[in-house]
């Protein structure tokens, strides 16, 4: 009985071992993106993350993370101070944007749809994004629309559209 023990204990710590060498944390990222209608770009920072990603089978991993409102920039001092302020973004009220994946699902390309939900203001959507794996690197895009977050800069939906550019190091 005892060795029984032992070999199930010795069998669970090479799984665990195993396990542990095709996971990895994302250790910085690069968050990017362009306001359409007024082709404004600019980018977002401070970001932290408590992904947990599986390098072998990347639809098991779970992506977690979030960045600081106060870190956007756009090259315009006087329209990053206004869209941080309570008008848009409100980054006193609500200073930092997440993300939770709840699926990945693994594309015929090779590609990954990473399903999850954005909380940009308090207002949480489900949002997908499509992830590609280069060397060291998970690359990713999706479009949303500012207006879905309470975040009106132009009145009509489709004016409020933003493509969203991901570089996340492993």
Not at 39 to 54: E, L, P, T
Not at 58 to 71: C, H, L, P, Q, R
Not at 116 to 125: A, H, Q, S, V, Y
Request: contains cysteine; proline residues 1%; neutral net charge.
């Amino acid at each position: 009985m005892c060795r029984n023990g032992v070999l199930l204990l010795v069998i669970c710590f090479i799984l665990q071992n195993t396990y542990a060498q095709n996971t990895t944390d994302i250790s910085s990222a690069d968050i990017t993106f362009t306001f359409i209608s007024k082709n404004v770009d600019g980018s977002i920072s401070g970001f932290k993350s408590s992904s947990n990603i599986d390098l072998a089978h990347i639809e098991n991993s779970k992506f977690v993370g979030s960045v600081a409102v106060e870190t956007l920039k756009t090259g315009n001092f006087i329209r990053d101070w206004s869209l941080k302020g309570n008008k848009y973004f409100d980054a006193d009220s609500h200073p930092r944007l997440s993300f939770e994946s709840t699926e990945i699902v693994k594309m015929d390309d090779g590609s990954y749809s990473v399903n999850g939900n954005l909380t940009i203001k308090g207002i949480e959507k489900p949002i997908t994004f499509r992830i590609e794996r280069k060397d060291n690197r998970l690359l990713g895009t999706t479009t949303l629309f500012t207006s879905d977050y309470d975040i009106h800069i132009k009145n009509q939906r489709e004016e409020n559209k933003v493509l969203v550019t991901l570089k996340l190091m492993l």
